[in-house]
């Protein structure tokens, strides 16, 4: 029996009743290359898979048995249920041919760098933990916010600092926490009933679920209106009058979250004479710009930070358009002691000589949870791998397809592009005109409505490529979000034929 342990490596795991060894080095090599083996010749054939994954609500359960199995099972086995069982449940975010929500752009550097801080598996909560790992963090920030040209206030060398957080979600409520108690701790605690959180109608959900959990009133949260006219982003005209009818209900002015490149139509708030109304009335800025911040290391971008000098936070997802696989959101702020204020605990068993001294930076204190993911790694692959030049380039290669659907789209009078593209993600729909019949019992623009998602479900339905919608202003519209890191212009004239299909056949079977 002993002797077959020694043939055949593989029956090792498999065998029953042996003791296992999670972790023998030659065996990792062994199932380790498998996997990279098997996602190698994923991406070889992600684009046959049809782009959303076509299966029913609970296909799974079908397909799995009732409970674990008691005997360990080989790698190989389980690989071929993952093809099987998985593969066909998975909506592949690593197609060329997805444009749905926004990008999540893996790359080797991402996913290499994600191995690494994996495999040594450190738990970085404090800087003792593991010192490389709150060291890299805070070098990469810096390297980083230098990118963006963020105001030195934001850098580490500058008095400020950044962090790694799992999502932007969390940035958010970070930094509203840490506004809260700011103003609390001058008006009094008694006073939290009284503090506003202002967005837009076009702000993401993560501030209002930030405002939820951290205690704000819900009738004190404000999504100010915008319209066409401003293209959707806040204007400080709007921003300053709700402040002012609020102050004259004995409210206090607490928060703002700005976004650049907001994620129904990727609108931008205009940061500079926003920070100028936020600043007169002690308003904490938190500037989100989950998806737009990676395309703002390109200098003919950089124009939409101005004004970002006078803001208290900022965050974006490199996770989303960044080559970075998720999760990575990089959030800085100009007064980290605000963030530990309101996050720090130091309970006795993670005492130690370090952090008596406050000579480290211990980033449990700058987040919500303890345990931490030594997310640096992968960024610092990403950035080391790639270099900024390239990831300029692979930005601008993006936002130019982007461009090139939209010529597409204006060459096809029956369509019409929505709102202006600003970055590398197009909004546009089959325009009301183009919908005749006089026997209408809606009007123009809720037939409009209609037939674009009705469109839009049999594109998607058929697999050949993936968008979603975003209503706004009233109007429905499909998103054409570029940024997977297969896509290549081939595709994007490929997925212009697939709308231009679907939308000759929707448009003679309703004529
Ligand atoms: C995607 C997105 C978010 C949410 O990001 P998570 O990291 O998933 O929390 C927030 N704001 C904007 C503008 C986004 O596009």
């Known amino acids: 029996m002993g002797s077959l342990h020694n043939q055949k490596p593989e029956i090792k795991t498999g065998f029953p009743g042996a003791i296992i060894k999670p972790l023998d080095p030659e065996e990792f090599r062994r199932q380790g290359h498998l996997v990279i083996d098997f996602l190698a010749d994923y991406y070889n054939n992600v684009d046959k898979y049809p782009v959303r994954s076509q299966v029913e609500p609970g296909y799974l359960k079908k397909r799995l048995p009732e409970s674990a199995p008691h005997d360990a099972e080989p790698i190989e086995e389980i690989l071929r249920d993952v093809q099987n069982d998985i593969v066909p449940g998975i909506t592949h975010w690593q197609s060329p041919n997805y444009f749905a929500y926004f990008p999540s752009s893996g790359s080797i550097a991402g996913f290499l760098g994600e191995m690494l801080s994996t495999g040594f598996n450190v738990v970085g909560f404090n800087w003792m933990s593991s010192p490389a790992a709150t060291e890299l963090e805070s070098i990469v920030m810096d390297w980083l916010?230098?990118?963006?040209?963020?105001?030195?206030?934001?850098?580490?060398?500058?008095?400020?600092?950044?962090?790694?957080?799992?999502?932007?979600?969390?940035?958010?409520?970070?930094?509203?926490?840490?506004?809260?108690?700011?103003?609390?701790?001058?008006?009094?605690?008694?006073?939290?009933?009284?503090?506003?959180?202002y967005g837009s109608d076009q702000t993401h959900s993560a501030l209002q679920k930030a405002a939820q959990i951290a205690g704000i009133n819900p009738g004190n949260f404000?999504?100010?209106?915008?319209?066409?006219?401003?293209?959707?982003?806040?204007?400080?005209?709007?921003?300053?009058?709700?402040?002012?009818?609020?102050?004259?209900?004995?409210?206090?002015?607490?928060?703002?979250?700005?976004?650049?490149?907001?994620?129904?139509?990727?609108a931008v708030d205009p940061l500079a004479p926003l920070c100028a109304v936020a600043k007169e009335f002690n308003v904490w800025v938190h500037v989100d710009a989950a998806y737009a911040g990676s395309a703002c290391i390109l200098p003919e971008y950089r124009h939409y930070l101005d004004g970002v000098e006078n803001a208290d936070s900022f965050s974006f997802n490199a996770h989303k358009w960044f080559l970075t696989t998720l999760d990575c959101c990089c959030l800085w702020v100009k007064d980290p002691s605000a963030l530990v204020k309101a996050l720090s605990t130091y309970p006795e068993y993670l005492r130690n000589?370090?952090?008596?001294?406050?000579?480290?930076?211990?980033y449990k204190d700058w987040q919500i949870t303890l345990s931490r993911r030594f997310r640096s790694m992968k960024l610092w692959l990403v950035l080391r791998s790639y270099g900024v030049a390239n990831l300029r380039k692979f930005l601008r290669s993006h936002v130019k397809m982007a461009k090139n659907f939209e010529g597409l789209i204006g060459m096809d009078k029956r369509f019409e592009v929505v709102v202006p593209r600003n970055f590398a993600t197009v909004c546009f729909r089959i325009s009301p005109i183009e919908i005749g019949g006089n026997r209408q019992i809606v009007s123009k623009e809720e037939a409009a409505n209609n037939l674009?998602?009705?469109?839009?479900?049999?594109?998607?339905?058929?697999?050949?490529?993936?968008?979603?919608?975003?209503?706004?202003?009233?109007?429905?519209?499909?998103?054409?979000?570029?940024?997977?890191?297969?896509?290549?212009?081939?595709?994007?004239?490929?997925?212009?034929?697939?709308?231009?299909?679907?939308?000759?056949?929707?448009?003679?079977?309703?004529?």
């Open 145 to 197: 916010g230098k990118m963006l040209e963020l105001p030195s206030e934001f850098l580490f060398s500058g008095g400020g600092g950044g962090v790694l957080q799992g999502t932007t979600c969390e940035a958010i409520l970070c930094t509203v926490v840490a506004a809260r108690d700011r103003v609390l701790r001058r008006i009094g605690r008694e006073n939290i009933n009284k503090l506003v959180v």
């Open 222 to 266: 404000r999504a100010v209106e915008t319209s066409k006219s401003s293209e959707f982003g806040l204007t400080a005209e709007a921003f300053r009058a709700q402040i002012e009818s609020d102050l004259k209900l004995g409210l206090v002015p607490l928060f703002l979250c700005a976004t650049i490149g907001t994620t129904s139509s990727t």
């Open 353 to 362: 000589r370090a952090s008596d001294a406050k000579s480290v930076i211990d």
């Open 452 to 511: 674009n998602a009705k469109l839009l479900e049999t594109i998607n339905e058929s697999g050949k490529i993936y968008m979603t919608h975003a209503v706004i202003g009233g109007v429905y519209v499909m998103r054409f979000a570029v940024g997977a890191s297969l896509t290549e212009n081939r595709h994007v004239i490929l997925a212009w034929k697939v709308v231009q299909e679907h939308a000759n056949a929707l448009l003679n079977s309703s004529s």
